[in-house]
């Protein structure tokens, strides 16, 4: 069991979220920062997709009854090592209110939390109304269970110290470093003028604070339309860039109604995603075009990284049995 | 990106409805789901699955088949179309915007009720939360633009009018529309296989509930 002593600023349980029901306005939800949660699971041979924890720019206290075996990631927490297994003796409180790097922490535990699904994902989404921690976020006297895990604490092997190699999240990037988001041309990016369009590539905006997981705000100079021009609400995606009248663009996240109505001048790749949600108010952006086979060769890459971890693994798990 | 036309009306949302029936009749391996919208339909797909020019030429060739089918399908589907009515409370504490927008139309609050629950509609889309229905039929007389200040929380079941729309917010959410009025009905309930209540396509028709006896 794990006890939550202090609740941080915003932290929820989430996994890869509930793909399926978007034609039901069911936004797809899941880790603002997939890639990291998937990178902890696999660390710890869960299943991708086991659901963990995400905090938001001021993480929560832990305390744990057992043994329990854990991976951090994403935002790098004081104290506390990134991107390897960490065994946590009982009773042992993990402090993860202070980090730095990014905007979210990911903590993934062996055996995955044990939490109730809603629409087949343990994913929170806000002000949906669903019950227990579907619903909400994560408060103080809250007890979390982990499911069983394929890791024993007790063996030798389990907090080993290898570490995954950094470079495989570039997303940790130390405060007011400039984020460099690759990106392809928008649905509606014709809409703008050959001028805007190049200039929106060659504009550094900053991050707004009134950024969270529907979406990350950005300031800077505006992208206007060359006239005002209406388009009918259609199906956005993660990463869609949006452009509201006000000309100050919104990069989609995980939590985005799945449905928009503001010209999308861009749209973040794939790989990009953790890049955009770490991304820290006061952060530095800029958008750096691409062509769609860069984009799926960048793709290929990071999923064939995450391959070879997850072989990695499973040989350093067989050689210690 | 699949777009049918160029302005939303019923016989757009008709072709999205019938082409998003086919594709889910016959998927293809690769594509993840799809979003039908007033006069688009948008398919994720997974480009590890579906990628380069040979995934780009195998999803084009998909649609332009259900696109086919679609259209010898679509007038059979279209004759027999869901109906679901939506009984209404109007005004008062369930539609705390009617006396506004009766006077922001120049019309009694008798007329705003006649005209909305006179209409009938068309979902055109279903979006901004769980289970929230864009209805096309609004009457040109009740068009008005959005409040020009969002509520920070509209209560689950609110009936309202917006931009030339007609929608019920299924969960308490922040929202711009002017309530007029509240409906018991479940919008959007985890209890249902299907959990949305309305599906692009489906006609909406809303009652005023009558009075209850003493």
């Not at chain 1, 935002?75 to 990134?82: F, H, L, N, T």
């Not at chain 2, 160029?6 to 016989?11: L, M, P």
Request: overall charge neutral.
């Amino acid at each position: 069991m794990i006890e939550v002593l202090a609740a941080g600023a915003f932290t929820s349980v989430q996994d890869l979220g509930r793909p399926g029901w978007a034609a039901q306005g069911v936004p797809p939800g899941g880790a603002a920062d997939p890639f990291a949660l998937r990178v902890l699971n696999t660390l710890l041979g869960n299943a991708e997709s086991a659901p963990g924890l995400e905090c938001t720019l001021r993480g929560p206290v832990l305390r744990v009854a057992e043994d329990t075996v854990i991976a951090l990631g994403g935002a790098a927490v004081v104290g506390w090592p990134s991107l390897r297994r960490v065994v946590v003796a009982a009773g042992q409180v993990i402090d993860l209110s202070t980090f730095s790097g990014g905007a979210r922490v990911y903590v993934a535990f062996a055996g995955g939390l044990k939490v109730p699904r809603v629409l087949g994902s343990a994913a929170m989404l806000p002000r949906s109304g669903w019950p227990g921690l579907a619903g909400r976020i994560l408060q103080v006297g809250d007890s979390l269970e982990c499911g069983s895990a394929s890791i024993d604490p007790r063996r030798g092997w389990a907090g080993r110290a290898w570490s995954v190699a950094p470079t495989l999240l570039p997303a940790n990037l130390p405060e007011g470093a400039l984020r460099s988001l690759r990106a392809l041309d928008g649905p509606q990016a014709e809409w703008f003028s050959a001028g805007c369009g190049e200039a929106f590539f060659a504009t550094e905006f900053c991050v707004s604070a009134r950024s969270d997981r529907m979406g990350v705000r950005l300031e800077g100079s505006a992208v206007r339309l060359p006239a005002p021009r209406e388009l009918i609400s259609e199906g956005v995606a993660f990463g869609s860039v949006q452009v509201p009248p006000d000309g100050q663009p919104i990069v989609l996240l995980a939590d985005r109604p799945t449905l928009g109505g503001y010209p999308k001048i861009a749209q973040v790749i794939t790989t990009d995603r953790g890049i955009v949600a770490q991304a820290r108010p006061g952060d530095r952006v800029r958008f750096v075009r691409v062509t769609l086979a860069e984009a799926h060769a960048a793709l290929r890459r990071q999923e064939a990284a995450l391959v070879q971890l997850r072989h990695g693994v499973a040989l350093a798990t067989k050689g210690s049995g | 990106m699949v777009e049918l036309a160029a302005s939303a009306d019923v016989a757009a949302v008709r072709r999205i409805q019938a082409l998003h029936a086919r594709m889910r009749t016959a998927p293809l391996d690769g594509v993840l789901e799809c979003i039908p919208a007033f006069v688009t339909l948008t398919v994720y797909f997974d480009p590890l699955r579906l990628a380069g020019d040979e995934g780009r030429v195998r999803i084009e060739e998909w649609i332009a088949a259900c696109l086919a089918q679609a259209s010898e399908v679509a007038p059979a589907e279209a004759a027999s179309p869901r109906e679901v009515v939506l009984k209404v409370r109007y005004g008062g504490d369930a539609g705390p915007d009617l006396p506004a927008v009766a006077a922001a139309l120049g019309r009694s609050e008798e007329d705003v009720v006649a005209l909305h629950s006179g209409a009938a509609y068309v979902v055109g889309a279903v979006g901004f939360s769980p289970g929230f229905p864009y209805l096309l039929g609004l009457p040109t007389e009740l068009h008005l633009p959005r409040r020009s200040t969002p509520r920070p929380r509209v209560p689950a079941g609110s009936v309202a009018i917006a931009a030339g729309q007609a929608g019920v917010y299924p969960q308490a959410t922040p929202g711009g529309w002017h309530l007029i009025g509240r409906t018991q009905a479940e919008l959007f309930s985890l209890e249902r296989d299907s959990p949305a209540l309305l599906a692009v396509g489906d006609r909406v028709r809303f009652v005023r509930e009558t009075e209850r006896a003493p």
